[in-house]
């Protein structure tokens, strides 16, 4: 039976819920104003460990983006038939970390002159792509592409894709911080795919 007393929970419930979602002026003083931000850079297990390391950004969540079936799994996605690239949402505070240096720390974690492929995985699901929300990042992202084609650093052309983004699908539960769950079966599929000793030849710096 439906009492006055669970319903009169549930209309507070549903208010707190309401002002808790309010962006940014009805936030709490000490709740940080968040964005989020998408990715695709071959295997997100490694993009996942690479963005959390920038300061500013708050939680990095795998999944799946760019493709044309709903709620896919990752055998759906490994099977290349769907359209999605393995990605990453990235979560962070614009007050710490702009767009723009997101752009910068992912375009130092890919191979932006190959295509269809990051390292030892290919196929599209493994692609590098960009997915931009709305025209600021859209124009954002195209600046740092433009950059990097004018500092003559690669005699290849970019290729790596900037799109517009589409629904997110958050990957199972056992991909998400997976090197941190798994640290040596991670390391040996880091080291034996040459993601480290490709970024170093690409980009330099420890990677």
Known sequence: ?????????CVVLAVMGAVSLRSPAGQAADSPVLAKA???????????????????????????????????????VSSGRTGHAESVEVQYEPSKVSYSQLLEAF?????????NAQF??????????????????????????????????????????????GEFYPAEEYHQDFYKKNPIRYKFYKYNCGRAQRLEVLWGGGQ
């Not at 071959?42 to 709620?71: D, H, I, P, Q, R």
């Not at 375009?107 to 295509?115: K, L």
């Open 1 to 9: 039976m439906i009492t006055s007393r669970w319903v009169a929970a």
């Open 120 to 165: 030892c995985d290919h196929g599209s699901q493994y692609r590098a792509a960009i997915f931009y929300r709305n025209e600021e990042e859209k124009q954002a992202a195209e600046d740092s592409k433009r950059a990097i084609e004018q500092s003559k650093r690669f005699k290849e052309p970019i290729v790596t894709q900037l799109t517009p983004a």
């Open 38 to 76: 998408y990715f695709a850079g071959g295997c997100f297990w490694c993009m996942e460990e690479a963005f959390e390391k920038v300061a500013g950004v708050t939680a990095v969540v795998s999944g799946y983006m760019g493709g044309t079936v709903k709620s896919p799994s990752y055998e759906d």
């Open 107 to 115: 375009w130092r974690n890919v191979d932006p002159v190959t295509a």
